[in-house]
């Protein structure tokens, strides 16, 4: 059997290595998702790939949600480091299909809430979010960064940190 | 091998935007490049915006939208056989304040290519733009651009940020 056969087989066995989240724990994100579903000749999409991180960098992968057009409530682990991977994808039946990873990093504490905007429409794509703390009205802004960013940490006890480009 | 290395050299040509092999090593040598080709584009408008605001715009914008990874797939023919090729490609932006003048430089790194010439750490420039105070309450941007490729995208979606805070990404798929 051919790579590309077997990979194919793989897919259609679920055995693509994609998980879905399972969002179970309490809803502390709400995901506000907008798209127009692409052409006649392309079909567009938005995943959203959930990771722990550790503070030496290390990933684990929790899940995948697939994103419709609607609002999603999201269940994101207490007091750890999680990757949003924002995961914009476009599948064309002539030209060229591409993804576009879109990444925050946020470490939810008890009593915040999350809000995260993400629209993939014709002119463009954006995922944003904003945090609010404990009993406030007003949130501030997450700074987007990204994995590729993160700084080892070599104490155990002192946080993971993330350099910005720009 | 063959394939790639034209890829290489094709990419080396079109996103300096002029035509030639010498690759621009720093914004300011993108900038005399694309300045001096009739490939390349200089655009200078100003935005209507305080620039503060401007710069804070660019700053978030760029973050969220150019310091990305995509992934291309398309059909490329070898004689008369198509084949499916994919290629990576990682965008970074940088902004860099000085005094009353901000400079975004963004840069595109397609991984293993094979490419004749000395490429610049974080990829190749595509585009590079200047903002400076206009007055109180307006900002004068310059940007300068090859015409291949995604900076054509990319100089759309910065002209868009400086004049408005809630523009979009601009679309880097495909």
């Known amino acids: 059997m051919g790579r590309a056969a077997l990979l194919f087989a793989l897919i259609l066995s679920g055995c693509s290595g994609l998980k879905t989240y399972p969002n179970a724990l309490d809803k502390n994100a709400t995901i506000h998702v907008r798209t127009d579903g692409g052409t006649l000749l392309s079909r567009t999409g938005i995943a959203l790939d959930l990771y722990t991180v550790d503070p030496g960098c290390g990933t684990q992968y929790l899940g995948t949600l697939e994103?419709?057009?609607?609002?999603?409530?999201?269940?994101?682990?207490?007091?750890?480091?999680?990757?949003?991977?924002?995961?914009?994808?476009?599948?064309?039946?002539?030209?060229?299909?591409?993804?576009?990873?879109?990444?925050?990093?946020?470490?939810?504490?008890?009593?915040?809430?999350?809000?995260?905007?993400?629209?993939?429409?014709?002119?463009?794509?954006?995922?944003?979010?904003?945090?609010?703390?404990?009993?406030?009205?007003?949130?501030?802004?997450?700074?987007?960064?990204?994995?590729?960013?993160?700084?080892?940490?070599?104490?155990?006890?002192?946080?993971?940190?993330?350099?910005?480009?720009? | 091998m063959k394939r790639k290395l034209a890829v290489g050299l094709t990419l080396s040509a079109a996103l300096c935007g002029c035509g030639s092999l010498g690759q621009p090593m720093s914004p300011t040598e993108f900038r005399q490049t694309v300045g001096g080709s009739s490939f390349g584009t200089v655009e200078s408008f100003e935005a209507a915006r305080p620039y503060e605001q401007v710069v804070d715009t660019l700053r978030k914008k760029a973050n969220e939208c150019l310091a990305v990874?995509?992934?291309?797939?398309?059909?490329?023919?070898?004689?008369?056989?198509?084949?499916?090729?994919?290629?990576?490609?990682?965008?970074?932006?940088?902004?860099?304040?000085?005094?009353?003048?901000?400079?975004?430089?963004?840069?595109?790194?397609?991984?293993?290519?094979t490419v004749v010439q000395k490429v610049p750490e974080g990829g190749f420039y595509i585009l590079v733009a200047d903002a400076t105070p206009a007055g109180a309450n307006a900002t004068k941007v310059t940007i300068y651009r090859g015409s291949l490729g995604k900076a054509k995208e990319i100089g759309a979606a910065v002209r868009s940020w400086a004049t408005s805070a809630s523009a979009t990404c601009p679309n880097l798929n495909g």
């Open chain 1, 67 to 166: 994103l419709d057009d609607s609002t999603i409530e999201l269940g994101l682990p207490l007091d750890q480091q999680v990757r949003l991977a924002y995961v914009f994808s476009r599948d064309a039946l002539v030209g060229t299909s591409g993804t576009t990873v879109i990444e925050l990093m946020v470490t939810p504490r008890r009593g915040e809430r999350y809000e995260f905007d993400v629209d993939y429409l014709k002119q463009g794509y954006t995922a944003t979010g904003r945090v609010f703390p404990a009993g406030q009205a007003s949130g501030k802004d997450i700074e987007h960064s990204r994995l590729r960013d993160c700084i080892p940490q070599r104490s155990p006890a002192s946080a993971t940190a993330f350099l910005v480009s720009g």
């Open chain 2, 69 to 113: 990874g995509t992934t291309s797939s398309g059909t490329v023919f070898q004689g008369n056989m198509a084949m499916r090729e994919t290629s990576h490609s990682t965008y970074k932006p940088t902004l860099s304040v000085t005094g009353q003048s901000t400079e975004l430089a963004v840069q595109v790194d397609f991984g293993d290519h």
